[in-house]
């Protein structure tokens, strides 16, 4: 059996292949990838495993933006730190989860599934991830974040925020009217507590709002220059990699 483990936590990817040569010797972990865009190139040019383990929050976005880009085609066993997906859903659509930090016994279980819906694997059928993508994507996400400033603790609206970034190696809101406010959250925690659908993380530093975007250009080396309605402290660029992700999510509202 030959497996991928996709997981952007190099601590947590190799104790999982450790736990996996423990409860199967015979299968062989044939990659570790760390992100959406590295997993959307191997699934695009290798031979599919026979099956994967990823993680829900991956450094450059949540893992359900590689099913709109890629046929599955073998089983999926999700991991994930959050509690707050909707992990029934999974089950639903006959694919198994754990939950971080997992244990030998977590792992054992999730092969015993999977053994169990090996004949439905045989058939060549795939659940259907677009059920999925709209009861974990769709929702609208977190509402407001608390900051300070001036002395004083105020909420401010997700929908009035054009982005997130990072700024002096602290995260920063720019609201529409141009207010900026610090937080405490990393830009990663930001990402899986805000809607997919209306902000999209362009690279490390920046996570935009669907709304904020103003035009997008073709640039050197198939990269595409972003452009808010609002100033922006940095050139906004997308690598050619991540490029077809972005477009597809700016078409598909």
């Excluded at 423990?22 to 495993?49: D, F, G, M, T």
């Excluded at 709109?68 to 959050?82: D, E, G, M, N, W």
């Excluded at 030998?104 to 439905?120: G, H, P, S, T, Y």
Aim: charged share 25%; hydrophobic share 45%; aromatic share 12%.
């Amino acid at each position: 059996m030959n497996i991928i483990i996709i997981e952007d936590e190099l601590k947590a990817a190799r104790s999982l292949e450790n736990i996996i040569s423990e409860v199967r010797p015979q299968a062989k972990v044939v990659a570790q990838l760390q992100s959406i865009e590295s997993s959307l190139r191997y699934l695009s040019e290798n031979k599919h495993p026979d099956l994967i383990f990823m993680d829900i929050q991956l450094s450059d976005g949540l893992c359900f933006e590689i099913f709109k880009s890629v046929k599955i085609l073998c089983p999926i066993v999700f991991c994930t730190a959050f509690d707050e997906y909707s992990l029934e859903a999974f089950k639903a659509n006959s694919v198994d989860y754990v939950l971080k930090p997992f244990s030998k016994i977590d792992i054992a279980d999730a092969f015993k599934k999977v053994d169990e819906l090996r004949n439905f694997f045989q058939q060549s059928t795939v659940p259907d991830f677009s059920n999925l993508l709209s009861q974990i994507a769709a929702p609208a996400g977190k509402k407001s974040f608390l900051v300070f400033k001036n002395n004083k603790y105020t909420t401010v609206s997700t929908e009035t925020i054009a982005f997130f970034y990072i700024r002096n190696d602290s995260t920063s809101i720019m609201c529409f009217d141009q207010q900026e406010y610090a937080l405490n959250q990393s830009l990663d925690q930001i990402t899986s507590l805000v809607s997919p659908l209306q902000f999209f993380r362009l690279n490390r530093q920046y996570l935009i709002n669907f709304s904020a975007v103003k035009e997008v250009e073709h640039y050197f080396m198939r990269k595409l220059f972003v452009k808010l309605i609002i100033p922006t402290p940095d050139k906004l660029l997308i690598n050619k990699e991540k490029s077809p992700l972005f477009l597809n999510w700016l078409e598909n509202r």
